[in-house]
């Protein structure tokens, strides 16, 4: 067959056709080979990245957990970018300084070489760490009023009008959370328990770990501030919270701990569930330059102050364990104040006109029917009188054998206590028990006030001293102090000069605590509404010589030599509000239950001993426990102390000038390379730098739950650094990722709050 011209020119077009797509498939196999190459090496160079990246988190650690105790930015996880970087990626978020991750310039110097050693050489990330303390947190925070203070502070250097919205903003946030729960007492309780604020109280759950509650909605990061037309139209604009982001948190957490001067530090104890034992240990492990005796005393007074029904807390002393010896918390009940066992007179009638001496130094009532006065016992079965009488407030009630009825042969001013002393009982203020058969032994004796229950109220111990025929008897002025001195005696009265007293301002707080609902408040700064009179005992040759430290409160004020004998403002750092969690043991937790299973599946009693055993060790002193929401003075902006609600009777103490003040002495201890606040009660001071008067101390025991010296909660933000990858410092564009952890520090190695990262 003969191939035409035509037929030529399809076959060459054919094959050239083949060719070209041969040589498309060979370009396109070609480029996708090499876009391969490139995907792989940008996968590994970001998979590198990442891996740079992560490092920053266990270095970061290493840092942070230096500053849980006492957390301030002179530490070396404030210099973790200058130590880590030679220039700062971008901007401030640290709402104390302008370096940070985003931050400007920094250069590693000074401290900044120190932490870079500190973190060795395997670090290949630049990192950044923030305390989550020194931020508002917007989740816990409970006063609208003082949020739109923050607002106003914190917005109001920015451009435009936007901290004229404050008011908006603050209402709008909390509208948003939810869970207006009533009003909140914030008046003063210990005067006057009907003052209130018309500010509701919040329901929340600041542990982003656990559920909120029913009703009430929670950030989860602060990116959720941002307005939504559809569901928050009246939270905060992009422009807003470009500034306001530097300053707010929705997760902070705090160890509940007290400083020391030395570096270490001690859980606090919580006051919910105290016993006097739990209260002398924490004060012993706080205190142990104190007169332990002062520490015994101060414990059974605090029971007794927020226990006021029903006989006082009695506590043994292990080293004098008689029964004299003995320390009484303070409850108001009648108490003994005068004895006289050595009468005038000759002969056995010598006896008659003795007297015991029992006085009401509160502002109400006291009955004592069926109660007795026992002598050298405290159970009443001994040498007793039973008392059938109502003291009046400041009324006395006098025991003795014999009133007005001397035998004919005594001598003129003896034979009983009329003639004695001359003091007449009247009915009302001063009142007379007459029990023929009466006996005080004449030396080295104690007599003892026992309730209508058989509940001991009081002992009253006296010695060898008061000689014969004299009208000298054993006294004492302080109620709580179970001591005595050798006057006068002063039936129907106070003791004269010659007898301790204390200042009539300490007398005046000690009755005052009794004269109110003080003990519902239930604060640490109520410890300083605690008498800490006591008796201490010192040697004085053969025998032991009482020391009576009469009508003494804390001192408040911090003394550069403070004293064996009371306390000062230091007291406050000892306690807690937060309360503990729920023992395992507890009827509500389950086991109760889990406790009924053994039974019924008839285990055997020991393991139910057992299990038991095991959790009544779990709940010690030793127990550090975490506050939520309160904010870090030593490390928060200055805008944040605004935060602070200071408000008592229509006055906020959280001005402008108190925080400039506070602002001003950070800077200057920080410039001196010192802690500005080692404990909370360091801030009170700063406060309040005087005694404080009723509402100054409503409001310290409302500051006192929003402010922390210390945090567990910290934000860590980590940037691989270019020289972290092969051919980053050569002019190679490297992949960056940026990490960011929020840690909270009560677990171990640490619990995840919130992650991000950026490529």
């Not at 917007?138 to 502070?153: C, D, M, P, T, Y």
């Not at 104190?290 to 015994?296: E, F, S, W």
């Not at 104690?446 to 309730?451: G, K, T």
């Amino acid at each position: 067959m003969r191939i035409t011209h035509g037929a030529r020119g399809s076959s060459f077009i054919l094959v050239l056709a083949l060719l070209t797509l041969l040589v498309f498939l060979a370009a396109v196999l070609s480029y996708t080979s090499r876009l391969e190459a490139l995907t792989s090496g940008n996968y590994a160079k970001i998979a590198q990245a990442r891996e740079s990246t992560a490092t920053g988190l266990p270095a970061a650690m290493k840092l942070a957990r230096g500053g849980t105790s006492v957390t301030t930015i002179l530490q070396p996880w404030h210099q973790a970018l200058a130590a880590t970087t030679q220039k700062a990626p971008a901007r401030s978020a640290n709402a104390r300084t302008t370096r940070n991750m985003y931050g400007d310039n920094a250069t590693t110097s000074g401290l900044g070489r120190d932490v870079a050693t500190m973190l060795g050489t395997g670090l290949e990330a630049a990192i950044a760490v923030d305390d989550l303390c020194s931020k508002v947190n917007v989740n816990a925070i409970q006063s609208e009023r003082a949020f739109e203070k923050f607002l106003s502070a914190a917005l109001s250097g920015a451009s435009g009008s936007m901290a004229s919205g404050a008011q908006t903003r603050a209402q709008g946030l909390f509208e948003y959370r939810g869970g207006r729960n009533g009003a909140v007492d914030t008046g003063n309780p210990m005067l006057d328990g009907t003052k209130t604020s018309n500010e509701p109280k919040w329901k929340t759950e600041p542990d982003l770990r656990k559920a909120p509650p029913e009703g009430v909605k929670r950030f989860e990061t602060v990116q959720e501030l941002r307005q939504s037309r559809r569901t928050s139209p009246q939270l905060f604009t992009d422009k807003e919270m470009s500034v306001l982001g530097r300053y707010v948190t929705v997760f902070s957490q705090s160890p509940e701990v007290l400083n020391k001067p030395d570096g270490s530090s001690l859980p606090k104890l919580p006051m919910e569930g105290i016993t006097a034992h739990s209260v002398y240990l924490a004060l012993r492990q706080a205190f142990p330059e104190k007169d332990p005796r002062l520490l015994m005393q101060f414990a059974a007074n605090v029971m007794d102050y927020y226990n006021p029904d029903g006989p006082p807390t009695v506590i043994t002393d292990p080293r004098h364990p008689q029964p004299w010896n003995a320390l009484f918390g303070v409850k108001p009940t009648p108490l003994i104040t005068e004895i006289y066992p050595r009468a005038m007179g000759v002969g056995e009638n010598s006896t008659q006109g003795q007297f015991v001496e029992i006085y009401n130094p509160w502002g109400q009532p006291m009955s004592l029917v069926n109660w007795r006065l026992a002598i050298a016992a405290t159970n009443g079965a001994t040498g007793g009188v039973t008392l059938n009488a109502v003291l009046p407030p400041g009324g006395y009630l006098i025991v003795t054998n014999n009133y007005d009825k001397p035998d004919q042969k005594d001598p003129a001013e003896t034979g009983s206590f009329l003639s004695i002393f001359g003091a007449r009982q009247d009915g009302g203020q001063k009142k007379v028990v007459t029990d023929a058969g009466f006996r005080l032994p004449e030396e080295n004796s104690f007599v003892a006030l026992i309730d209508n229950n058989g509940g001991l109220i009081d002992v009253f111990s006296y010695t060898d001293v008061v000689g014969h025929n004299t009208k000298k008897s054993y006294q004492r002025d302080d109620p709580r102090v179970r001591s005595f001195e050798v006057g006068e005696a002063t039936p129907f009265e106070k003791p004269g000069s010659g007898i301790y007293h204390g200042t009539a301002e300490a007398e005046m707080a000690m009755r005052k605590a009794f004269q109110s609902d003080s003990q519902e408040t239930s604060s640490p700064v109520d410890m300083l509404r605690i008498s800490t009179a006591y008796a201490g005992l010192r040697a004085n040759g053969e025998r032991m010589k009482l020391e009576p430290h009469g009508w003494q409160m804390p001192e408040y004020l911090k003394s550069v030599e403070p004293k064996a004998t009371n306390f000062d403002v230091s007291l406050v750092d000892v306690f807690t509000t937060v309360k503990p969690p729920k023992a395992e043991g507890d009827e509500t937790s389950g086991a109760a239950t889990l406790r009924t299973k053994l039974a019924n599946l008839k285990v055997g009693q020991k393991i139910i001993e057992d299990y038991e055993k095991r959790n009544s060790e779990t709940v010690t002193t030793g127990t550090t426990y975490y506050a939520y929401g309160r904010l870090n003075v030593n490390t928060c902006a200055k805008v944040a102390y605004f935060s602070l609600d200071g408000l008592v009777d229509g006055t906020d103490f959280i001005t402008a000038s108190v925080v400039d003040g506070l602002e001003n002495f950070r800077q200057k201890s920080e410039g001196q390379k010192t802690v500005p606040f080692l404990n909370t009660s360091d801030f009170l001071l700063k406060v309040f730098p005087d005694k404080l008067s009723d509402s100054q101390f409503a409001a310290a025991a409302k500051l006192l739950d929003q402010v922390t010296v210390s945090s567990s909660s910290f934000n860590i933000t980590a940037e691989n650094r270019a020289d972290s990858q092969p051919g980053g410092g050569n002019g190679v564009r490297p992949s960056l990722v940026r990490m960011n952890w929020m840690v909270a520090l009560d677990r171990q190695p640490l619990s995840l709050i919130g992650f991000s990262t950026d490529h």
